[in-house]
């Protein structure tokens, strides 16, 4: 009765955190437009919506992440996007949380580079989808977008690493 | 101090740079000098050329050149002259845009 009791709390508890970590995506996805990384080079962004799924995968909670990862892809798709736009990020995003949870099985990595392969494969992915999809051209576009996945990567984990630090308590399931 | 890389990470950074070089040198490869030359003005094609015969076309504000496979803009009359300060240009889907006298040179 008790454990059953426990379960359920559990149970809610999750999902309860869930739901505010992909509204918390959605809404860095709001934030980002603000931070014009765009001057750099058109196209880029910072991902701060992955700090999300990369906090849960050091955390351990690697369906959690999947779980995440996933509604925030749909949820900003049907609020902000199109069926197109919901092509690209849910193919990069999967992969680069699938390479995410990959790397992050290795015990020798730590969030730095679980981050890295995750920007650098969203950005590889989604330039093999424009090049096969759209034109060739966007292959010439491919350096820059690696490079500023290495370089937001690394923001991206230095971010997540200093707010896990204060969530340790609140999302130990 | 917050971050401590590890081995692991080396590796990715690595592997992740490894990428960027590969694909700087597949931009390289793939990388395709243009043949001909299309001057538009007030978006009627005005010249269609070969990049490689020397001539140069008069526009009624502005003189484009087209010299040793590069084309540019010589002169214009235009104010900002961003158009001449585009300089040469030689590779596929290049382009030179003089806005104020609606003239638009591209390579292909």
């Known amino acids: 009765m008790f454990a059953e009791q426990g379960d359920n709390r559990s149970r809610i508890k999750s999902i309860c955190i869930y739901s505010v970590l992909t509204v918390c995506c959605i809404v860095f996805g709001y934030i980002e437009t603000l931070i014009p990384t765009a001057l750099i080079a058109p196209g880029i962004k910072l991902g701060l919506a992955n700090s999300v799924a990369l906090m849960l995968i050091i955390f351990g909670d690697i369906k959690g992440a999947v779980l995440v990862n996933t509604a925030r892809i749909l949820l900003s798709a049907v609020l902000f996007g199109s069926l197109f736009s919901l092509l690209f990020s849910l193919c990069a995003g999967t992969a680069s949380v699938a390479v995410c949870i990959l790397v992050a099985k290795s015990k020798s990595v730590s969030a730095v580079g679980i981050s890295i392969a995750g920007a650098v494969t969203h950005n590889t992915v989604q330039t093999a989808i424009a090049f096969f999809v759209l034109n060739k051209g966007v292959l010439f576009y491919l350096p820059i977008l690696i490079i500023s996945a290495i370089i937001s990567g690394f923001v991206i984990a230095v971010i997540s690493i200093l707010v896990s630090k204060k969530l340790k308590s609140i999302l130990s399931f | ?108």
């Open chain 2, 1 to 108: 101090m917050i971050l401590k890389l590890k081995k692991g990470d080396i590796i990715v950074i690595i592997v992740a740079v490894c990428l960027f070089v590969f694909s700087v040198s597949l931009c390289f490869l793939l990388k395709k000098s243009g043949k001909q030359v299309r001057v538009y003005e007030n978006n009627k094609l005005i010249f269609e050329g070969s990049l490689f015969s020397d001539t140069e076309i008069k526009l009624s504000h502005n003189l484009v050149a087209i010299k040793n496979g590069k084309v540019y803009m010589k002169k214009s009359d235009c104010k900002n002259q961003i158009c001449v300060k585009t300089g040469m240009i030689e590779n596929s889907r290049e382009c030179i845009v003089c806005l104020p006298n609606k003239v638009i040179i591209e390579v292909e």
